[in-house]
Nanobody, 122 residues
Framework: QVQLVESGGGLVQPGGSLRLSCAAS????????MSWYRQAPGKERELVAA????????SYADSVKGRFTISRDNAKNTVYLQMNSLNAEDTAVYYC???????????????WGQGTPVTVSS
């Protein structure tokens, strides 16, 4: 049974930091691209950061570049999102995503966590 369980969200003051974690189980974690998405009230879900499986290459949305860092520990089947210099625009529910595509069959494996809320407010 596939599970993605996010944790670490909460209320933080502007300028503060939070570290989100996503613990994965039920699939071969190291083979998957892991990503963090967020969805603010009334807005579409947006991709925030992604990290590849074996190589650990990373990519970020322009809005978080230089402030957020995605990392993974394949031994612990966990992906992290370190968020620094938070501001009100970062307020959203943050979701963990695992993605893999089998090229030979074009079969797509796409899993989501339940989300963890982050509120940036004084």
């Amino acid at each position: 049974q596939v599970q993605l369980v996010e944790s670490g969200g909460g209320l933080v003051q502007p300028g503060g930091s939070l570290r989100l974690s996503c613990a994965a189980s039920g699939f071969t974690f190291s083979n998957y691209i892991m990503s963090w998405y967020r969805q603010a009230p009334g807005k579409e879900r947006e991709l925030v950061a992604a990290i590849t499986g074996p190589g650990g290459s990373t990519s970020y949305a322009d809005s978080v570049k230089g402030r957020f860092t995605i990392s993974r520990d394949n031994a612990k089947n966990t992906v992290y999102l370190q968020m620094n210099s938070l501001n009100a625009e970062d307020t959203a529910v943050y979701y963990c995503n695992a993605l893999s595509v089998v090229v030979t069959s074009l079969r797509r494996y796409d899993y989501w966590g339940q989300g963890t809320p982050v509120t940036v407010s004084s």
